[in-house]
């Protein structure tokens, strides 16, 4: 499987990421086990995580769970650990399960970190991410209202310098090696990177955002920002939360899948979507693609990717998935994505 530079941290990580965030409710730790072996066998070098995890639902009884899952992996495992870059996340304000709801600070990065190294069996995060910003952010359908002018810079700028020196101890300390965002905006990525440049602190190696054929978001200012930083991308739903399949085209809603705990699929069930899907899956038949393959395979190739999260609730459905590595699209079906996407912008 191809790899790719993680930031500037001299790692490389796979292009396609396995995420977790169903294991320890929709995928019980046996089956979860499973996913780890084959995903490290079939070249996956790259497990993404949060502290909050699992989801669907977030539910204080089951916070944290995930890692758990991970970390009984581990050590079962011996000898295993440096076969892949584990990444995971700091919950921020309003996880109510997480802290009380307290947001990311310098005084909550230790007590997290130990947590999550305890829960994973592990002494050291390669990726250290912050799941999203304390002043908010447009991502999960927030970008129609979105209003950053009750946002204080000087606040934001003095929030930013006092955990990444939290997390330069962390880095002392050889519990976390190299840091990341998620949920981010253009000119919170680039100001990390500027001060974390000045000071010689953790610099931001990659930036955790939606992405996919139906959300591209990314594509002008934060590719911009990805390229001249080097702060690639980390994908997190590729298939839009399955939509991309087209599992859940007229109306269909199998058993156990995400809609049947999150009936609009975190806003993204609309018409509109629904009509998108229908012209994607079109274009894969025409072509002899499997549609899954296909969204995974061009979220991989476009220009800033890091890597492509994708997660599977089932060893079947992970093994199917594996099959978009190393496939790359032809020109004509880049061009007609490229048109679909001028017929169907933002459908969500």
């Known amino acids: ?53 699992p989801v669907n639902p ?35 304000e309003g996880m109510m399960h997480a802290r009380g709801g307290a947001p990311i600070t310098s005084a909550t990065i230790p007590q997290a970190i130990e947590g999550s190294l305890r829960r994973l069996q592990t002494d050291c995060i390669d990726l250290y991410q912050f799941h999203w910003p304390n002043r908010g952010s447009y991502m999960f359908r927030q970008n129609w209202r979105y209003d950053p002018s009750g946002q204080n810079r ?7 310098e006092d955990t990444l020196e939290a997390l330069q101890r962390q880095v002392d ?5 190299h840091f990341g965002l998620s949920n ?13 440049h000045a ?11 939606e992405y996919s054929l139906l959300c591209r978001m990314f ?31 007229d109306g269909a809603v199998p058993d156990g899948s995400r809609m049947t705990f999150n009936e609009t699929l975190g806003g993204r069930k609309t018409a509109r979507a629904f009509h998108a899907v229908a012209a994607y899956l079109e274009l894969a038949r025409d072509h002899g693609l499997d549609p899954v393959h296909m969204a995974l395979a061009w979220a991989a190739g476009r220009p800033f990717m890091t890597s492509v999260i994708f997660g599977a609730t089932t060893l ?33």
């Not at 000087?154 to 930013?160: F, G, L, P, R, S």
């Not at 981010?184 to 500027?194: I, K, L, N, P, V």
């Not at 690639?232 to 839009?240: I, Q, V």
């Open 184 to 196: 981010e905006t253009a000119w919170g990525a680039t100001m990390w990177a500027t001060l974390a």
């Open 1 to 53: 499987m191809k790899s790719n530079p993680l930031g500037r941290t001299g790692l490389s990580v796979s292009e396609l990421c396995l995420g977790t965030m169903t294991w320890g409710t929709q995928t019980p730790e046996r089956d979860a086990h499973a996913q780890m072996d084959m995903a490290l066998e079939r070249g996956i070098d790259f497990v993404d995580t949060a502290e909050m995890y």
């Open 154 to 160: 000087a606040d934001t700028i003095a929030h930013m």
């Open 173 to 177: 300390k050889g519990n976390i090696r």
């Open 58 to 92: 977030v539910a204080a009884e089951t916070i944290g769970r995930t890692e758990e899952v991970i970390g009984t992996w581990n050590a079962a495992n011996p000898g295993r650990r440096g076969d892949y870059v584990l990444a995971t996340k700091h919950s921020g």
């Open 219 to 249: 594509d002008t200012d934060l590719a911009e920002v990805a390229v001249n930083e080097d702060v690639g991308l980390l994908a997190f739903s590729p298939l839009a939360a399955g939509l991309l399949t087209g599992k859940y085209q």
């Open 199 to 209: 000071r010689g602190w953790p610099r931001v190696a990659s930036i955790q955002n």
């Open 316 to 348: 079947a459905q992970l093994d199917h998935a594996l099959g978009a590595a190393d496939l790359v699209l032809s020109p004509v079906v880049l061009e007609e994505i490229d048109a679909l996407h001028r017929a169907h912008p933002m459908p969500y």
